[in-house]
């Protein structure tokens, strides 16, 4: 699991969420049909100001819990970010490893797992890396090109930028009496909690947000169905703070074992 390829990964992931909050935000409205059927105060609101609302409390979180998979990669994040750049969290890549993430400003601790050295190290050298560094989390900071690759998904900042619409669209956008409408689906429960579903269908896909009908309209889960290929992200955890626990030095190893190691394999 080279940094580019999982750096690229997770930027994949979050740009998937970002593009399905965006796509809900910037299509037509439709009117909302059912004045209350368990839908609260969002009842006489239409499907486009739900998706507004939404987009408006994500963008004002200063802090919150991502998780993402689709079935198009084995990457899975679950990370919780904040605007600051802390996060805490795992990437995995399914059988190529996991590797659990602290962040802090620009000082970062990454812990991988078996499955991980032995993706990035042959025979022995895997075996025996995963052995020794099995309770280690390995240190730097952002500098790092490995480290910096890999904690760029801790930027909360970045995407909540990005789940913003741009004011001017792109030369030869779709008009929007050309965008398809949003249409509101029933009530139900994702973990726990009352969602109003916001429902997009556009050339052969579909887009669905979950938005919290009780409090804050938080967008909390997101997925997407596109030539039989799916996506989720799931937001959670909205302004509860990042953790500022960090691995203690006894428990640590400097990055530069990983590169050594990388490097000695690929000269072997």
């Known amino acids: 699991m080279t940094s580019r390829r999982r750096a690229a990964t997770a930027t994949a992931a979050l740009t998937c969420g970002v593009a399905l909050i965006a796509g809900?935000?910037?299509?037509?409205?439709?009117?909302?049909?059912?004045?209350?059927?368990?839908?609260?105060?969002?009842?006489?609101?239409?499907?486009?100001?739900?998706?507004?609302?939404?987009?408006?409390?994500?963008?004002?979180?200063?802090?919150l819990r991502l998780r993402t998979q689709t079935s198009a990669d084995p990457t899975k994040l679950d990370l919780t970010l904040d605007r600051a750049g802390n996060c805490t969290g795992a990437i995995s890549k399914g059988s190529l490893g996991r590797v659990?993430?602290?962040?802090?400003?620009?000082?970062?601790?990454?812990?991988?797992?078996?499955?991980?050295?032995?993706?990035?190290?042959?025979?022995?050298?895997?075996?025996?890396?995963?052995?020794?560094?099995?309770?280690?989390?390995?240190?730097?900071?952002?500098?790092?090109?490995?480290?910096?690759?890999?904690?760029?998904?801790?930027?909360?900042?970045?995407?909540?930028?990005?789940?913003?619409?741009?004011?001017?669209?792109?030369?030869?956008?779709?008009?929007?009496?050309?965008?398809?409408?949003?249409?509101?689906g029933r009530p139900t429960t994702h973990e726990g909690t009352r969602v109003l579903p916001v429902v997009k269908k556009a050339q052969g896909g579909v887009q669905t947000l979950y938005v919290a009908i009780d409090g804050k309209h938080y967008p909390l889960k997101l997925t997407a169905e596109v030539d039989h290929q799916t996506g989720t992200i799931l937001l959670s955890n909205y302004d509860t703070p990042v953790s500022s626990k960090t691995p203690a030095p006894g428990d640590t190893a400097d990055i530069s074992v990983l590169e050594d190691a990388l490097q000695g394999s690929q000269s072997a």
Not at 35 to 57: C, F, M, R, T, V
């Open 24 to 63: 809900a935000a910037c299509t037509g409205a439709a009117a909302a049909e059912d004045p209350d059927g368990g839908e609260g105060d969002l009842a006489n609101k239409s499907a486009q100001q739900i998706s507004d609302d939404s987009l408006h409390q994500l963008v004002a979180a200063k802090s």
């Open 100 to 184: 659990q993430l602290v962040k802090r400003g620009n000082q970062v601790w990454m812990k991988p797992d078996a499955a991980f050295w032995k993706s990035q190290l042959p025979g022995n050298e895997g075996r025996d890396a995963a052995e020794k560094y099995k309770d280690t989390f390995l240190h730097g900071t952002t500098k790092d090109a490995f480290l910096g690759n890999l904690s760029a998904a801790c930027d909360l900042r970045a995407f909540q930028k990005s789940a913003v619409p741009p004011e001017n669209p792109p030369s030869g956008a779709p008009s929007p009496s050309a965008t398809p409408t949003l249409t509101k």
